[in-house]
């Protein structure tokens, strides 16, 4: 019985193969390499700071917040159409108070007017309607209607600005050494007569005084003067 033939074993290599030693020596070069280029390399800390705050704002963690109040679905009315409405409503409670009291006091006529504007809405007192000429205390004539003007605003969530403006003519004698003082003083005494009054919160009532930097009509004439001597309460929705 004749032996079956058995195939050749092939030789096998020991140790790696041949390409993995040039694969190494490739490794290690680009390693030195790269580790070469950072010892020469400077490092901007400032900068890297920078990048790593923006980083952090734009895939900074969550965190929790505590809420005390249950989520509340916003309005389906557009805000500005809101917004005139209540300033609509407000026009036409005041309105009707001003002209009740001008008829009352002739001498407030043409001197107080409601003008409005888009989410504004002007209660402008001109001339001496307010207060005597150079003087921050507030006529007692006046005072029942900026009292009903006081109570329709305090009905409003509304912001409240007082601005006190005068003419260009130069003060003299008197305590106010300028015109700016004496709109500011203006303005300050309306806004403490409302608070004074409780009728609207402190907290969405402001004063200003422009002096006579913001004149309505040119202070060329007498009548023009008049009309830039005011008070303004500037209603903000």
């Known amino acids: 019985m004749s032996e079956e033939l058995q195939p050749p074993k092939e030789e096998m290599e020991e140790g790696a193969p041949m390409w993995a030693v040039t694969f190494g020596d490739l490794m290690t070069l680009l390693m030195c390499f790269f580790v070469l280029l950072l010892s020469f390399s400077e490092m901007d800390r400032q900068k890297y700071k920078m990048v790593s705050g923006s980083m952090k704002n734009a895939f900074g963690i969550q965190r929790k917040r505590p809420v005390f109040q249950s989520p509340k679905g916003s309005k389906m009315i557009a805000k500005e159409f809101d917004q005139a409405v209540l300033l609509t409503k407000i026009e036409d409670v005041i309105k009707p108070i001003i002209n009740e009291l001008v008829s009352e006091y002739e001498e407030f006529k043409g001197l107080v007017e409601v003008e409005s504007a888009e989410n504004q809405l002007t209660i402008r007192m001109m001339g001496e309607a307010t207060f005597d000429t150079g003087r921050a205390d507030l006529r007692s004539e006046f005072i029942p209607l900026l009292l009903k003007i006081g109570e329709a605003l305090g009905r409003t969530r509304a912001e409240i ?77």
């Open 161 to 237: 600005i007082i601005a006190g403006h005068t003419d260009n003519v130069p003060l003299s004698g008197g305590p106010f050494g300028s015109n700016l003082g004496l709109s500011m003083a203006r303005a300050g005494a309306v806004a403490e007569f409302l608070l004074s009054k409780n009728t609207i919160d402190p907290k969405r009532l402001s004063t200003m005084g422009f002096g006579e930097y913001r004149p309505l009509t040119p202070n060329d004439t007498a009548e023009g003067r008049r009309k830039n001597r005011r008070v303004e309460i500037i209603v903000t929705m």
